[in-house]
């Protein structure tokens, strides 16, 4: 199956979610979110939507814009669909929902635990780096809530991640250098939870990747019983 991969920014890379679909075999395709089109969404078998320092609300961008009617398209017709962090705002907004900044101006920056759960699949601790909240779209599942944040949804082919499930030690301190005002992350800090939670916790997250992929193929499998 071909696996298209939308990097909405050179910042959010595939990372470890992209290592494990390679080892699965899956045919990946990389594109960037400036130049994702009707034809690449086509042929794609699956769609991975990841992360970017930009809102969906920055309709002002013009790839920003024309990335949420092409999910729209996509949703409609159940194709499967994966969304990571903005990637999940795109899902919620492209189906009807929303995402906006906290009005309480809180940002997620490091490794959290995600009390309320459909399954404990979603439990964590995953990397979190964010400062927007999610309204589901109608009709969808709600499947993990954490800091009165929507942490995952789903839809009839798509499932949506507000953490990043994908996100190595390295990704983060990126994240913390680049794009967090000096002196907010601890940088010692942060790669001591890395070290603590990433390795111990690979099969937690295969599995979670696992689950992200049948969810997604659901509605793929249906229509074909």
């Not at 609300?57 to 990335?67: E, F, G, L, N, R």
Request: glycine fraction near 8%; hydrophobic fraction near 50%; charge should be neutral.
């Amino acid at each position: 199956m071909r696996v298209l991969i939308v990097r909405n920014s050179d910042t959010a890379p595939e990372g470890a979610f992209g290592d494990w679909l390679a080892r699965q075999g899956y045919t990946i395709q990389l594109v960037s979110g400036a130049a994702l089109n009707e034809a690449a969404l086509a042929r794609a078998g699956l769609v991975v939507l990841l992360g970017s320092p930009h809102g969906v609300y920055d309709t002002h961008i013009p790839w920003v814009a024309k990335q949420r009617e092409l999910i729209a398209a996509r949703l409609a017709k159940q194709a499967p669909t994966i969304g990571i962090c903005f990637g999940a705002q795109m899902i919620a907004v492209a189906a009807g929902g929303d995402s906006a900044r906290m009005a309480d101006g809180r940002f997620f920056r490091g490794w959290f635990g995600i009390e309320h759960r459909a399954d404990d699949i979603f439990a964590g601790p995953w990397p979190r780096w964010h400062g927007d909240a999610i309204t589901p779209p109608p009709g969808a599942e709600v499947l993990a809530m954490d800091a009165g944040t929507i942490q995952a949804f789903a839809l009839p082919g798509a499932i949506a991640v507000q953490f990043h499930p994908e996100a190595t030690p390295q990704i983060m301190q990126d994240w913390a250098e680049t794009f967090s005002p000096p002196g907010l992350v601890d940088s010692a800090a942060l790669a001591q939870d890395s070290a603590r939670y990433f390795a111990p916790r690979t099969a937690a997250r295969e599995a979670l990747y696992a689950e992200l992929l049948r969810r997604a193929l659901s509605s793929r499998a249906a229509s074909a019983t």
